[in-house]
């Protein structure tokens, strides 16, 4: 091949590579040429932003409880024999001291007349003894021995009296009875449970709590509890006690509060599930989808001036899509909630909506929606 010819096909190639290099930077300018030219003239990037705002936040553990009366008993006789008489219908409402039930009482009665006799004739005559005495007709002894016979029939009379109490079944305090065990006529000891009786002014709830939070528990703190079988209804008490021993199986401690029950509704025994709240703070809250994940550190972006700005936050809290920001921002700063998938720090950025003030309550949400597309 001719000099000339290969010169043209080396100025041809050389011709060739320099247009494909004019052609790639063209369609595929390198960073440094994008942050002196393109950045001045690429579109701002739209975001969706959320304020940040300082809610009202608390702490609160779950559990499961089952409700106790303040006070309650079985029912029993402390005699044997048979029921003459039955005073109370179940789930009946008496007073302390009411008579529940009694049993047949001839044969005490009877008793109780004779000690009453033997009583009489004792005072009768150890008065005899001693009016004589002072005249000096009977000894001393005689006198001692009348006066020992009459304290036995005293003692004889106390038990004639309480044998005789003791055939009728009377309610230890005021409150509810369960149901009717027994009827008239049957034969009962004091073994047999006639009915139960529990005091429902006031119910216990018991329940359990993990060990981690025993320091966080004292007497007066308040709780809340619902249950299945009063959908829409909160109940509210306060912590009574405190075990002082935690379970090594469960590792967890009982817990005993008082709740006000004058209306009756709540019996013994039934399933609640409690809400305990251990501590209550004013926090910064911003939506979870704000917060971007790289690792172990957390950040958001944040809007000043037009442009996108990282910020590592520390997190805490969370409640229900949002979350609490313990540290690395201000109340009142935008946060970028959506449309972070574009963002660099300093981005140009172009606010399009601005979301509700970060909340879990969805009325309140939804007119911060409606505030923010007005503006």
């Given at each position: 091949?001719?000099?000339?010819?290969?010169?043209?096909?080396?100025?041809?190639?050389?011709?060739?590579?320099?247009?494909?290099?004019?052609?790639?930077?063209?369609?595929?300018?390198?960073e440094?040429?994008?942050?002196?030219?393109?950045?001045?003239?690429r579109?701002?990037?739209?975001?969706i932003?959320?304020?940040?705002?300082?809610?009202?936040?608390?702490?609160r553990?779950?559990?499961?409880?089952?409700?106790?009366?303040?006070?309650?008993?079985?029912?029993?006789?402390?005699?044997?024999?048979?029921?003459?008489?039955?005073?109370?219908e179940?789930?009946?409402?008496?007073?302390k001291?009411?008579i529940?039930?009694t049993?047949?009482?001839?044969?005490?009665?009877?008793?109780?007349?004779?000690?009453?006799?033997?009583?009489?004739?004792?005072?009768?005559?150890l008065?005899?003894?001693r009016?004589?005495?002072?005249?000096?007709?009977?000894?001393?002894?005689?006198?001692?021995?009348?006066?020992?016979?009459?304290?036995?029939?005293?003692?004889?009379?106390s038990?004639a009296?309480?044998?005789?109490?003791d055939?009728?079944v009377?309610?230890?305090?005021?409150?509810?009875t369960?149901?009717?065990?027994?009827?008239?006529g049957?034969?009962?000891?004091?073994?047999t449970?006639?009915?139960?009786?529990?005091?429902?002014?006031s119910v216990?709830l018991?329940?359990?709590?993990?060990?981690v939070?025993?320091?966080?528990?004292?007497?007066?703190?308040?709780?809340?509890a619902?249950?299945?079988?009063?959908?829409?209804?909160?109940?509210?008490?306060?912590?009574?006690?405190v075990?002082?021993r935690i379970?090594?199986?469960?590792?967890?401690?009982?817990?005993?509060?008082v709740?006000?029950?004058?209306?009756?509704?709540?019996?013994?025994?039934?399933?609640?599930?409690?809400?305990?709240?251990?501590?209550?703070?004013d926090?910064?809250m911003?939506?979870?989808a704000?917060?971007?994940f790289?690792?172990?550190?957390?950040?958001?972006?944040?809007?000043?001036?037009?442009?996108?700005l990282r910020?590592?936050?520390?997190?805490g809290q969370?409640?229900?899509?949002?979350?609490?920001?313990a540290?690395?921002l201000?109340?009142?700063?935008?946060?970028?909630e959506?449309?972070?998938?574009?963002?660099?720090?300093?981005?140009?950025?172009?606010?399009?909506?601005?979301?509700?003030p970060?909340?879990?309550?969805?009325?309140?949400?939804?007119?911060?929606?409606?505030a923010g597309?007005?503006?």
């Amino acid at each position: 091949m001719r000099i000339w010819a290969q010169s043209a096909l080396v100025i041809l190639f050389a011709a060739a590579a320099g247009g494909g290099y004019q052609a790639y930077q063209n369609y595929f300018p390198n960073e440094e040429q994008t942050s002196s030219v393109g950045r001045g003239t690429r579109a701002p990037v739209p975001v969706i932003v959320s304020p940040v705002s300082v809610e009202h936040l608390e702490q609160r553990a779950e559990a499961v409880g089952t409700t106790r009366a303040v006070q309650s008993v079985d029912v029993v006789s402390t005699a044997s024999g048979r029921i003459v008489s039955l005073n109370f219908e179940s789930g009946q409402r008496v007073g302390k001291g009411d008579i529940l039930l009694t049993l047949d009482d001839e044969i005490e009665r009877a008793n109780l007349e004779e000690s009453k006799a033997n009583l009489r004739e004792m005072v009768a005559a150890l008065e005899r003894a001693r009016s004589l005495r002072r005249n000096n007709t009977v000894s001393q002894a005689q006198v001692d021995q009348l006066a020992a016979k009459y304290t036995v029939a005293q003692a004889d009379h106390s038990r004639a009296v309480k044998r005789l109490a003791d055939r009728t079944v009377r309610a230890p305090f005021a409150g509810v009875t369960g149901l009717r065990r027994v009827d008239i006529g049957a034969r009962i000891d004091n073994d047999t449970v006639v009915t139960t009786l529990d005091d429902l002014s006031s119910v216990e709830l018991e329940f359990l709590l993990p060990e981690v939070l025993y320091g966080k528990l004292r007497r007066g703190i308040a709780i809340t509890a619902v249950s299945a079988a009063f959908p829409g209804r909160e109940f509210t008490a306060r912590i009574a006690n405190v075990d002082s021993r935690i379970d090594e199986t469960a590792r967890a401690f009982r817990v005993r509060a008082v709740m006000p029950n004058p209306d009756l509704l709540l019996p013994v025994g039934m399933f609640m599930t409690v809400s305990v709240v251990l501590d209550s703070r004013d926090a910064m809250m911003i939506p979870e989808a704000a917060v971007i994940f790289e690792g172990r550190q957390t950040h958001v972006f944040v809007i000043a001036e037009g442009k996108a700005l990282r910020r590592n936050v520390t997190l805490g809290q969370r409640r229900r899509g949002l979350v609490e920001v313990a540290a690395g921002l201000e109340p009142g700063e935008l946060v970028v909630e959506r449309g972070t998938q574009s963002l660099r720090a300093g981005t140009v950025v172009s606010v399009v909506e601005s979301s509700a003030p970060a909340t879990d309550d969805p009325a309140t949400r939804e007119k911060g929606k409606e505030a923010g597309d007005s503006s």
